[in-house]
């Protein structure tokens, strides 16, 4: 037990920037990414040697989980909330320094498993196959929501024409 503790301890050392950092792409915000990346590593660091025996690839199972977690929240939470009083805009920075950032903005406006694939594809370089692991569906299903997400950018980026020059930077 003690040598399982171990090991998961040595997998978030050597993990935990890069979870969080596809955290903070998923949600949106280093604050939720925080809060995801611990509760999926909590929840796997209790059966960390059951993970270890079902797959040959940790960190991708640990990235469907923060998907699959986040994707569940959203849904759970996506209900509009009325307030009596709209709050005081007081003249504080905003949390996020992207938080104006058109592309930003763009990609936390696109549903949960498109903003996967994105982030998974462009920001951490994986291939569709590692992607279509990581997220637990079909290459196909990566191909799709890649192709959906990039048309949503490029239209609301004001990227009409697909043989444009900028079209990589997206």
Do not use: C
């Not at 037990?1 to 979870?19: P, Y």
């Amino acid at each position: 037990m003690a040598n399982d503790l171990a090991g998961f301890g040595e997998f978030v050392e050597a993990n935990l920037a890069g979870l969080t950092r596809y955290g903070h792409a998923l949600t949106g915000n280093p604050h939720d990414a925080a809060d995801l990346v611990q509760t999926v590593l909590e929840k796997i660091g209790s059966r960390w040697s059951s993970v270890q025996r079902k797959t040959t690839d940790p960190v991708a199972y640990v990235r469907r989980s923060m998907a699959n977690a986040h994707i569940s929240r959203w849904r759970k939470h996506r209900r509009e909330n009325l307030v009596a009083d709209l709050p005081e805009t007081g003249g504080a920075p905003p949390a996020d320094p992207l938080e104006h950032e058109p592309l930003w903005r763009a990609l936390k406006d696109l549903p949960p498993r498109q903003r996967a694939v994105i982030v998974l594809r462009y920001y951490e370089g994986l291939s569709e196959a590692e992607i279509a692991d990581s997220l637990g569906v079909s290459a196909g299903t990566v191909k799709s929501q890649a192709s959906k997400a990039l048309a949503t950018l490029r239209g609301r980026l004001g990227d009409d024409d697909p043989d444009s020059e900028g079209r990589a930077t997206v």
